[in-house]
């Protein structure tokens, strides 16, 4: 592989590393460290309580997807690269718009 670097240990070269905590992986050592300590001055560096981060995770989980109640349904349809340019030029909304459109174009049309 390249970029990665083989170190060869003796026993006794391992034994000591170990033994003055050299061999330690990081998540040991976050773990040995002493937990964080508020000192109660900046509200920002307080850390979340477990109902905090409970409501922060459903609020996340509530965000994803198609809202509730949506009667929206996905589809594929081919549309000319030159009528679908001009959609996409509006910026951002471009298929509410052409959704828009579409529907106003039946309210002109007699039902089929």
Same mark, same amino acid.
């Given at each position: =592989? ?6 060869? =240990? ?6 000591t ?24 001055? !900046?509200? !920002? ?41 001009a ?11 052409? !959704? ?13």
């Amino acid at each position: =592989m390249s970029g990665s670097k083989t170190i060869s =240990m003796t026993l006794d070269e391992l034994r000591t590393a170990s033994a003055q905590g050299k061999t330690k992986t990081q998540k040991n050592r976050v773990e040995a460290s002493a937990p964080y300590v508020w000192d109660g001055q !900046n509200e !920002n560096e307080r850390p979340l309580t477990l109902e905090e981060m409970q409501a922060g995770i459903e609020t996340y989980r509530r965000q994803r997807g198609r809202p509730t109640g949506s009667d929206k349904e996905s589809t594929t349809i081919r549309i000319d690269r030159d009528v679908l340019a001009a959609f996409r030029a509006g910026g951002p909304g471009w298929q509410t718009r052409m !959704n828009t459109a579409l529907r106003d174009w039946l309210k002109t049309q007699s039902p089929v």
